[in-house]
């Protein structure tokens, strides 16, 4: 009886082993190529920090019947993630017990953010026909430039909707180029009498 049961151990281990050493997750080719190439770049441990390393899991599977799982890794600048983050939380608006007004509709979505050359670029699907205020406007692109500026790599925002560089989001600020915080009040388009 001792004998069956140390056998049965003994199988269990093995094979336990045999997954942990031979299956588990698979890499992708390109994962350990990129991979490869930080490595080979030898990036100094200051330039890691501002990024943050990501695995993703992705199906590699051959066919739609076969499921394998495949992590890629990925590294994601941190400022740019932060960027979002802020974004997706203007959007949200403020605390529900905040006496504070939202900024943005509820169906506004980031389509995408980046952040190059002391610039975020933010990209929105946003309602071009929607009319607000110029002291609406002008609270959405400040709390919007104000909110992006604590990045450190933000100076400026360049804001565009559905990939189109537009005027304005409502006829009152031209926001046609890149802008600070500082120069909002210098963005007023002035309208005749």
């Known amino acids: 009886m001792k004998k069956k049961v140390v056998i049965i151990c003994s199988v269990i281990?093995?094979?336990?082993?045999?997954?942990?050493?031979?299956?588990?997750?698979k890499k992708d080719k390109n994962t350990v190529l990129n991979k490869e190439k930080i490595e080979k770049l030898n990036i100094e441990?200051?330039?890691?920090?501002?990024s943050i390393d990501i695995n993703l899991y992705f199906n590699g599977g051959k066919n739609e019947n076969d499921v394998k799982i495949v992590k890629e890794e990925r590294l994601v600048n941190r400022e740019e993630l932060f960027g979002e983050?802020?974004?997706?939380?203007?959007?949200?608006?403020?605390?529900?017990?905040?006496?504070?007004?939202?900024?943005?509709?509820?169906?506004?979505?980031?389509?995408?953010?980046?952040?190059?050359?002391?610039?975020?670029?933010?990209?929105?699907?946003?309602?071009k026909d929607l009319k607000i205020t110029a002291s609406e406007e002008k609270a959405l692109l400040t709390c919007l430039s104000t909110s992006l500026s604590q990045l450190e790599s933000v100076g400026k925002l360049m804001l565009t909707v559905e990939n189109q560089t537009i005027q304005s989001l409502g006829g009152?600020?031209?926001?046609?180029?890149p802008?600070?915080?500082?120069?909002?009040?210098?963005l007023k388009i002035a309208k005749g009498n």
Do not use: H, M, W
């Open 13 to 25: 281990i093995l094979i336990a082993a045999f997954i942990v050493i031979f299956g588990g997750e």
């Open 45 to 50: 441990s200051k330039d890691k920090g501002d």
């Open 85 to 127: 983050v802020i974004v997706q939380e203007l959007i949200k608006g403020p605390a529900v017990n905040s006496e504070s007004k939202p900024i943005f509709p509820k169906d506004t979505r980031v389509l995408s953010f980046s952040i190059k050359d002391d610039i975020a670029y933010l990209n929105l699907s946003y309602n």
């Open 172 to 177: 009152n600020y031209d926001i046609s180029k």
């Open 179 to 186: 802008f600070s915080t500082q120069e909002i009040d210098s």
